[in-house]
């Protein structure tokens, strides 16, 4: 079993929808989760750190189950320019990222 | 401020060949993290330095090398190469935060080197 999991998609969705990312984690001593954005042939970029309380930045909300080994992260009024790879990372003794979950947004 | 900056960006070795990729941490980080991004998949942790000395190493052979100068900027040495060892590879820099030397802290990527071996 992968130590982070995800659905690779690809996610294509219409401006303005909304959509969602899981993401479960083996390790239950993990101890910091974020997610990460990352653009076709270019570096990742964090998107936002995720607490057990949830947390939400503008249109990004994420969420931490640390009972299920689960984070989500939910994006609202999608734009065009939200496409990209979506990486899931947790933090055990080494930051762990998922393989990424593809979002294409079209017009 | 400058971010983090990789040199050099593009690389084609053969196999066999020797390659030292090199990394500048954002002006006052003082940990650097390596890893490696094969097409389709998530960043693979290789190394983690702090303050010059290996805070973490993650499941890779011992071709790959690293090291952190005074400077804190780093270099990383894969000797052998194998065609396995085309892939983009990152460095990060972070804050040390509280703890574990900043490994558990966001981290800032480079725009990455890209290593191609024929």
């Known amino acids: 079993r992968k130590e982070v999991e995800q659905d690779p998609g690809p996610f294509n969705v219409p401006e303005g929808a909304t959509v969602a990312f899981n993401c479960t984690y083996s390790?239950?001593?993990?101890?910091?989760f974020f997610w990460y954005r990352q653009d076709c042939r270019k570096e990742p970029k964090l998107l936002m750190s995720?607490?057990?309380s949830g947390n939400e930045d503008g249109r990004f909300t994420a969420q931490l189950n640390r009972a299920s080994q689960y984070i989500s992260l939910l994006i609202r009024d999608s734009k065009l320019s939200d496409s990209a790879t979506y990486l899931c990372?947790?933090?055990?003794?080494?930051?762990?990222f998922g393989t990424g979950t593809r979002l294409q947004v079209f017009p | 401020d400058a971010g983090v900056t990789q040199s050099p960006t593009h690389l084609i070795k053969t196999r066999g060949q020797q390659v030292t990729l090199r990394c500048s941490p954002i002006?006052?980080?003082?940990?650097v993290s390596w890893y490696q991004q094969v097409l389709g998949q998530g960043p693979q942790f290789i190394f983690q330095y702090y303050e010059k000395e290996e805070r973490g190493r993650g499941n890779f052979p011992d071709r790959f090398s690293a090291r952190q100068f005074p400077n804190y900027s780093s270099e990383l040495n894969v000797n052998a190469l194998l065609l396995g060892d085309s892939a983009l590879y990152l460095c990060?820099?972070?804050?040390?935060?509280?703890?574990?030397?900043?490994?558990?802290?966001?981290?800032?990527f480079g725009d990455g080197t890209r290593l191609s071996i024929l």
């Open positions: 390790n239950s001593a993990s101890q910091s």
């Open positions: 995720v607490y057990s």
């Open positions: 002006s006052g980080h003082k940990s």
């Open positions: 990060a820099s972070s804050d040390p935060g509280t703890g574990y030397y900043g490994s558990n802290q966001p981290q800032h």
């Open positions: 990372v947790v933090y055990t003794d080494k930051l762990i």
